[in-house]
Structures are given as structure tokens and as C-alpha cells.
């Protein structure tokens, strides 16, 4: 009888557990490390998304509050009517209201329901800090209808009021001390804008510390303690180039 041996190969083995460990602990690292530099990327881009739309809120906040200062004063028509201008220059509270003239609706004829004025101011609306708009209600008394947004996030809105002296040279005018004009308000021919704009989110890896100031060196503004947004400042001199213009 012829008998059949059957060899089996030894030399054949799989993984062993602490093999099998140490492959699963090196993949973990490899999709830990990934895991990191997405976060780091994912970061980085929601702090450029914000500080972009920063940007884009402060630029669209001075383009308004610019091209309307500008038309302080303005008085088509000037015949048998008063000569417009500020009606009130403020910063503390930061706002600043005017009042002109216009042919709204491109007639040819100024009425008295055409003449507008504007305040410009910060407010809070649910918690959010907002630079805001309001138009004249009516001219005696002053009153102004109710503040319509303009931009969010802003820290801080500042304004430096010029005149000039006899020599023509410009001056800063400031009749209380803390920068308002009232006397002198028909003197104003220069309005220094200075808007402080922050992004929408922190950021934890920051921590702003600076203390903002305006052209003359007065602090118009402190973060909190702590305090993890990043901040732009945008500021700009505006000629007022209706005001002082005589009537004929």
C-alpha cells in the first residue's frame, strides 16, 4: 500500500498583534497630522473671510459717510433762502448731522420737501454694535426718523472738525473742549473721518492691545481685557466745499 505524506510549509506566518498595533498606531498619526493641517488651513481661511469682510464694511462705511459730508451746505437755489450747513458737529456722542438742498427729482425747482439732513452715529441693535444712518424728520424742531443700519462691527466712529484762521490757514475747532463745535459750527470747512471696524469672529491666537487715537493724538478707543478680534483703521479728510460760500 503506498502511503501519502502531506508537508505543510511552516515558513508561512501572518501578523502578529503587536505587529498589527504598531501599523494602527502609525496610521493614526499619519490622519492625526492631516487632521492638523486642515484645521490650521480651515483657520486660516475663516480669519481671511473675516478681516475681508472687515475690510469691505469699513470702505463702504467711509465711502457713504464721505460723499454725503460733502454735500453739507449745498444750495442750489440760493435765493431767498438761508444758507445750509452743519446743524450739528458732535463727537461726543460720535455723530455729526447736516442739512442741504437738492432737486431730488431733477425738475429744475427746489421745494421745500426736497431739503434733507442726515446724523450719522454707533448704536447697538442685538448686540451688535452698528454704524448708523437716520434722515431728517423735520427741520423746527430737529428730529430724525429712525436709524437705519449701515455697516456692523464698528468700533468706533470719530470726527476732527477744521476751519480757518484770518490767514486762511486751518485750524481745529473744538468750542467745549472734547471736540464739538457749536459756536463756530458755520466755520467748518474740513470733517477728519476716523472709523474703527473689527471682524465678526475672534481670533484666539490674537490678542489686540492697541489704543486707538485719531489724527491729534486723542484715544478714541480701548479693546476690553482679553480682547481676541482684529481691528482696521480707516481715515480720511473730507472739504466741505459748500460751506462758506457767499450767497449772491
Known sequence: MN???IHLNSNKKGFTLIELLIALLLGLMVMAAIYEVYLIQQKSYTNQQSVAG???????????????IQKAGFNPDPKGQQQLGFTEAARVPPAVAFTFIGDMNDDGVVSNGETDGLRFTIYTSNGVQKLGRATLQSSSPISFN???????????????????????????????????????IAGIRVVEITIIARAK???????????????????????????????????????????GLELQ
Open 146 to 184: 429712525v436709524i437705519e443700519p449701515v455697516a456692523e462691527n464698528i468700533d468706533a466712529l470719530d470726527f476732527v472738525f477744521f476751519g480757518v484762521d484770518g490767514n486762511d490757514n486751518p485750524i481745529v475747532l473744538d468750542d467745549d473742549g472734547s471736540g464739538n463745535v457749536i459756536a463756530n
Open 3 to 5: 502511503t501519502m505524506t
Open 201 to 243: 469672529d475672534p481670533d484666539i491666537n490674537f490678542t489686540d492691545t492697541t489704543a486707538y487715537q485719531n489724527s491729534q493724538g486723542d484715544i478714541i478707543f480701548t479693546p476690553p481685557a482679553n480682547d481676541h478680534y482684529r481691528r482696521r483703521v480707516l481715515r480720511t479728510s473730507v472739504e466741505c466745499r459748500n460751506m
Open 54 to 68: 472687515m475690510e469691505q464694511n469699513l470702505r463702504a462705511s467711509m465711502f457713504l459717510l464721505k460723499r454725503e
